[in-house]
């Protein structure tokens, strides 16, 4: 049964966990030469947790982890690595973390557990997906399975949550992670460990324009796709109003309008129908 989640807590990290197209969030940018992680306090056992994940030009690097013991840190994390970047260009390397910060394999000091070349990464959306049974892990890339193996250490990691992770090296950027779902596994066998098709892309606001007393909402959009946009005036309140009627997108990208007359400021977030 796949499992959608909401994300409980970030740091220093910019993501859009979603679920189901409706729960996000934002931070960031942080400290240079650090670690950011955003963890999930559930825990699983026999389970793969997909994520899309997107860079910005000049982006270092980062992915997802599974099998998180949020106390230590320790967990196995499939990071992607960007063109150009220091830790490796166009990449994705499986890490077994032993805390938050460190990160070794067979008592080699920051070695991954295995690493191979990928495509153009860019600034697109990429689909990845970390699946462990046991003591076997495999990582898919946009449906590729690039990573099968076994954990030989005498101390697999067995259960945990799920994360995102990024370093940050000499320049701060933003990485985005998107339409998180962790899948349950039945059996022991690597092959129900399957890449999926890569999900719809969450809608993303793409500007706010001001025209008298009307706000221009325009967002990405999933062709045929029904969207409902909402708004609040309290970026604390916790509720959500609709603005209505729903939108039928036709194209790639969909917009909306909202009167804010008399409003000195207003949020905005758009929720795709299922």
């Given at each position: 049964?796949?499992?959608?989640?909401?994300?409980?807590?970030?740091?220093?990290?910019?993501?859009?966990?979603?679920?189901?197209?409706?729960s996000?969030?934002?931070?960031?940018?942080?400290?240079?030469?650090?670690?950011?992680n955003?963890?999930?306090?559930?825990?699983?056992?026999?389970?793969?947790?997909?994520?899309?994940?997107?860079?910005p030009?000049?982006?270092?690097?980062?992915?997802?982890?599974?099998?998180?013991?949020?106390?230590?840190?320790?967990?196995?994390?499939a990071?992607v690595?960007?063109?150009?970047?220091?830790?490796?260009?166009?990449?994705?390397?499986?890490?077994?973390?032993?805390?938050?910060?460190?990160?070794?394999?067979?008592?080699a000091?920051?070695?991954?557990?295995?690493?191979?070349?990928?495509?153009?990464?860019?600034?697109?959306?990429?689909?990845?997906?970390?699946?462990?049974?046991?003591?076997?892990?495999?990582?898919?890339?946009?449906?590729?399975?690039?990573?099968?193996m076994?954990?030989?250490?005498?101390?697999?990691?067995?259960?945990?949550?799920?994360?995102?992770?990024?370093?940050?090296?000499?320049?701060g950027?933003?990485?985005?992670?998107?339409?998180?779902?962790?899948?349950?596994l039945v059996?022991?066998?690597?092959?129900?460990?399957?890449?999926?098709?890569?999900?719809?892309?969450?809608?993303?606001?793409?500007?706010?324009?001001?025209?008298?007393?009307?706000?221009?909402?325009?967002w990405?959009?999933?062709?045929?796709?029904?969207?409902?946009?909402?708004?609040?005036?309290d970026?604390?309140?916790?509720?959500?109003?609709?603005a209505?009627?729903?939108?039928?997108?036709?194209?790639t990208?969909?917009s909306?309008?909202?009167?804010?007359?008399?409003?000195?400021?207003?949020?905005?977030?758009?929720?795709?129908?299922?």
């Open positions: 049964m796949d499992q959608f989640l909401d994300p409980l807590l970030i740091a220093a990290l910019a993501l859009n966990f979603v679920a189901l197209g409706v996000r969030m934002r931070a960031g940018i942080n400290t240079l030469q650090t670690y950011a955003a963890y999930l306090t559930n825990g699983w056992t026999n389970f793969a947790v997909q994520a899309q994940i997107r860079f030009s000049g982006g270092f690097g980062g992915g997802i982890g599974s099998r998180v013991n949020r106390s230590t840190g320790a967990h196995y994390a990071w690595y960007p063109e150009g970047s220091p830790g490796g260009s166009t990449m994705v390397k499986l890490v077994k973390f032993q805390t938050w910060t460190s990160w070794s394999y067979i008592g000091s920051f070695t991954p557990m295995q690493q191979v070349s990928l495509p153009a990464v860019g600034t697109n959306w990429h689909t990845l997906k970390l699946g462990c049974f046991g003591n076997q892990i495999s990582v898919s890339y946009d449906g590729t399975v690039y990573i099968n076994t954990d030989t250490e005498a101390t697999p990691y067995l259960t945990g949550g799920v994360s995102a992770d990024l370093w940050t090296d000499t320049v950027y933003n990485m985005l992670v998107d339409n998180v779902v962790v899948t349950s059996n022991n066998s690597l092959n129900s460990i399957k890449p999926v098709i890569p999900l719809a892309s969450a809608p993303v606001i793409k500007s706010v324009v001001l025209k008298g007393g009307i706000a221009v909402i325009t990405t959009a999933n062709p045929d796709s029904v969207y409902r946009l909402q708004f609040k005036d970026f604390n309140s916790p509720k959500w109003l609709d209505t009627p729903d939108i039928l997108a036709t194209d990208e969909a909306s309008t909202n009167s804010i007359v008399g409003v000195p400021q207003r949020f905005y977030r758009v929720l795709e129908s299922y």
